[in-house]
Nanobody, 124 residues
Framework: QVQLVESGGGLVQSGGSLTLSCAAV????????IAWFHQSPGKERAGLSC????????FGGDAPEGRFAIARDSAKATVEFKGDRVRPSDSGTYYC?????????????????WGQGVQVTVSS
């Protein structure tokens, strides 16, 4: 019943900006955490950014050069991920993940629901 609907991605110019959006459909719990993961071909998924239902953010310290940010739009019931000064290494699949607790962790274990992923290609 719970579905994470991701949007955005596609072809992005190197040095430009990337914007992704995630909406949790069929989810009605007060406490949650939602995060974005990135996976390059041949590499394991890595957490990029996370935000809780209370607005707390995590993973910020691990964002390369502080280029990644996450924000929650309560009015739209969506979470946006933004990447600045993107580079070819940012290419890959981006996944939205949802956890049913108000905590953020980089590990995948706590995230019960996953989007199918969106493809991002950064041109060089």
């Amino acid at each position: 019943q719970v579905q994470l609907v991701e949007s955005g991605g596609g072809l992005v110019q190197s040095g430009g900006s990337l914007t992704l959006s995630c909406a949790a459909v069929g989810f009605a719990q007060e406490n949650f955490a939602i995060a974005w993961f990135h996976q390059s071909p041949g590499k394991e998924r890595a957490g990029l950014s996370c935000i809780t239902s209370g607005g707390a953010r995590a993973f910020g310290g691990d964002a390369p050069e502080g280029r990644f940010a996450i924000a929650r739009d309560s009015a739209k019931a969506t979470v946006e991920f933004k990447g600045d000064r993107v580079r070819p290494s940012d290419s890959g699949t981006y996944y939205c993940a949802l956890a049913t607790r108000q905590r953020c962790a980089r590990g995948e274990a706590q995230f019960q629901y996953w989007g199918q992923g969106v493809q991002v290609t950064v041109s060089s």
